[in-house]
């Protein structure tokens, strides 16, 4: 089982819905988690964290933590043709001593 | 404020050279990780830094090393260059802890010819 595990796409949405994406770990003892955007060639950009168990707004952006399935989700409402890119999620403060990035999930938009 | 910063943008290289990488952290950060990003796959962990000293280390052969100086930038080195080393080398820092969240520089891209 991989340590962080996400569905690779892509994600095909039309410009408007809603993106759901989705994210499970190994860890229990995972504490922290985050979003990361990274577009083609260019370097991961923080879209949001989260650490206790429920969900986090941000935007257009919402967040979702459950422990207890050891499941992280990130949803984006009115999704742009901006928002195309390949989003990672990283989760830390485990037993393993490191950040641990899923291999992401690629995310098109269609206008 | 300034962000993480990297050097050089691109490096070229030959098969069994060696390369150094650059990483400036965000002031006030006091960590510094680095990650290997190959071409279509995932970032992998290298190594993280703090206070000066090596936290923790991926499961990458010795070649690859690194350390932190004392107003906390660092360096990458990677001696012996092979094909595979070929990636995009990202540098992060934060706060002091895991649980904080980590800013990424540009990277930097090695190519080995």
């Known amino acids: 089982q991989k340590e962080v595990e996400q569905n690779s796409g892509p994600l095909s949405v039309p410009e408007g819905a809603i993106a759901s994406l989705n994210c499970t770990y190994s860890?229990?003892?995972?504490?922290?988690f985050f979003w990361y955007r990274q577009y083609s060639g260019k370097s991961p950009e923080l879209i949001m964290s989260?650490?206790?168990?429920g969900d986090k707004e941000d935007g257009r952006f919402t967040a979702q933590l459950n422990k207890a399935s050891q499941y992280v989700s990130l949803l984006i409402r009115d999704s742009q043709p901006s928002d195309s890119a390949t989003y990672l999620c990283a989760v830390g403060g485990g037993a393993t001593n490191k950040l641990i990035f899923g291999t992401g999930t690629l995310l098109a938009v269609q206008p | 404020e300034a962000g993480v910063t990297q050097s050089p943008t691109h490096l070229i290289k030959t098969r069994g050279q060696q390369a150094t990488l650059r990483c400036s952290p965000i002031s006030g950060h006091t960590s510094v990780y680095w990650y290997q990003q190959a071409l279509g796959l995932g970032l992998q962990f290298l190594l993280w830094y703090d206070e000066g000293e090596e936290r923790n280390r991926g499961n990458f052969p010795p070649r690859f090393s690194g350390r932190q100086f004392p107003n906390y930038s660092s360096e990458l080195n990677v001696n012996a260059l092979e094909l595979e080393d070929s990636a995009l080398y990202l540098c992060?820092?934060?706060?002091?802890?895991?649980?904080?969240?980590?800013?990424f520089g540009p990277g930097t891209r090695l190519t080995v010819l």
């Open positions: 992060a820092s934060s706060f002091r802890t895991l649980l904080d969240t980590q800013y």
């Open positions: 989260i650490y206790s168990n």
């Open positions: 860890d229990r003892g995972s504490q922290s």
